[in-house]
């Protein structure tokens, strides 16, 4: 079956604040020009259809009283990441979290203690760090990402080792794909960076959170799947919000194959008395985790694909000055304006507010711990995209 990826839904009134926000602060829209959402990792594309059809279903019966989890949503886990990853589970291994973020904060709190490091990699997705600063006894050691010849970000293993002894780090977390960078890491840097987390006995929390979306040519490994060790030490979050687009219904598990590991970080999430499962999320992700989720999920990647092409087509041309590595996977572009910048004499800011005066709703980069970037959402439709370029190159064309 092929899926619709090119009808414009108008969310106008629905309850979505991809559309009705402006994360610039004091930064117009041009009177009569459209908002064009590419910020929050918010798609604009209408979900499978077995999902609403699963939630309509369900909603039809009147009662939504407490449950216990049907064993068709354990099942449908266990089938999708043996599928799609080639992980062989069982229902032991895995645990219910709210949400990815709320995994972080239940292993902050069940692996660490007063004073200890957390090691992340820099640029930083921005909810690790709204989650890790309400852990004001805990801190933030950041190693940078760092790019090859061919532009290609990469961990630097000798400043993680660095930084993991001069903060005495306990506990790091690993973003795979990683985001913003769109990073899809392979084997052989995701088997170095466990050996180093292992030589310094530390907890991992790895979100894979996009690990569906995965762009043509590339290939994700699950972090438990790369040593036995790798099995032992890693806690992994997973969740069909970002692949589905259902952040709003709430929902999220968690692999966690070491029974000590898993029974510390179920009592953890226990004593906050509101880690249970939302009736509908059941249903949505029964729903997306099916043979139609699978077809549609493979055709929303090469319809990413489409768009990242274009959009680096378009910045190579219009702006050549900007770094953008390619993205692996994920739906977001990372924009490095640094040099761009400083060729035209200008300031971030100042590019940020541009864009949004012609309805362009793109995202600071700077919060993620990069100067001078800009956070592109790439999932919306082509003719979306289309005049969100087009309304770019008038922008650019600014600065000749």
Request: proline share 6%.
């Amino acid at each position: 079956m092929k899926y619709d990826f090119d009808t414009v839904i108008d969310r106008t009134g629905m309850d979505s604040i991809a559309v009705e926000q402006v994360p610039i602060p004091d930064a117009p829209v041009k009177e009569g020009v459209s908002r064009i959402p590419m910020w929050v990792a918010d798609m604009n594309f209408a979900t499978v259809p077995d999902i609403p059809e699963k939630l309509a279903e369900r909603a039809k019966h009147p009662l939504y009283g407490y449950f216990s989890p049907r064993r068709e949503y354990t099942d449908a886990i266990l089938t999708w990441q043996k599928e799609r990853n080639g992980t062989d589970l069982s229902p032991e291994d895995l645990l219910y979290e709210n949400g990815v973020l709320g995994g972080l904060a239940t292993a902050v709190r069940a692996f660490t203690n007063p004073g200890d490091g957390i090691l992340l990699h820099s640029p930083c997705y921005i909810g690790f760090q709204f989650v890790l600063e309400r852990f004001t006894d805990r801190h933030m050691a950041f190693s940078p990402l760092k790019r090859d010849e061919a532009g290609v970000w990469r961990m630097d293993l000798a400043d993680m080792e660095r930084k993991i002894r001069e903060n005495h780090v306990t506990l790091a977390v690993f973003c795979s794909p990683h985001n913003p960078t769109g990073r899809v890491w392979e084997r052989e840097e995701i088997e170095a960076a466990m050996a180093l987390y292992a030589k310094y006995d530390l907890t991992v929390v790895s979100d894979e959170i996009w690990s569906d979306l995965i762009l043509p040519g590339h290939h994700h490994v699950p972090t438990i799947s790369v040593s036995e060790d790798a099995a032992d030490r890693v806690i992994s979050l997973y969740a069909p919000s970002k692949t589905f687009n259902l952040a709003g219904l709430v929902g999220s598990y968690a692999v966690v194959r070491n029974p000590d590991r898993r029974e510390k970080m179920k009592a953890t999430a226990d004593l906050t008395g509101y880690n249970s499962m939302n009736l509908l999320s059941m249903y949505a992700l029964i729903g997306g985790y099916s043979e139609h989720g699978a077809e549609w999920t493979d055709q929303l990647c090469r319809v990413i694909d489409r768009n990242v092409e274009k959009t680096m087509a378009f910045f190579a041309e219009a702006a050549p000055e900007i770094r953008i590595a390619r993205p692996q996977g994920t739906y977001m572009l990372y924009l490095d304006c640094g040099e761009w910048c400083t060729k035209h004499k200008t300031d971030i800011d100042t590019l940020l507010r541009a864009g949004v005066f012609e309805g362009v709703i793109w995202q600071d980069g700077r919060p993620f711990r990069w100067p001078d970037s800009i956070r592109m959402n790439l999932a919306l439709p082509k003719k979306l995209l289309d005049e969100a370029l087009t309304r770019l190159k008038r922008v650019f064309r600014q600065y000749p």
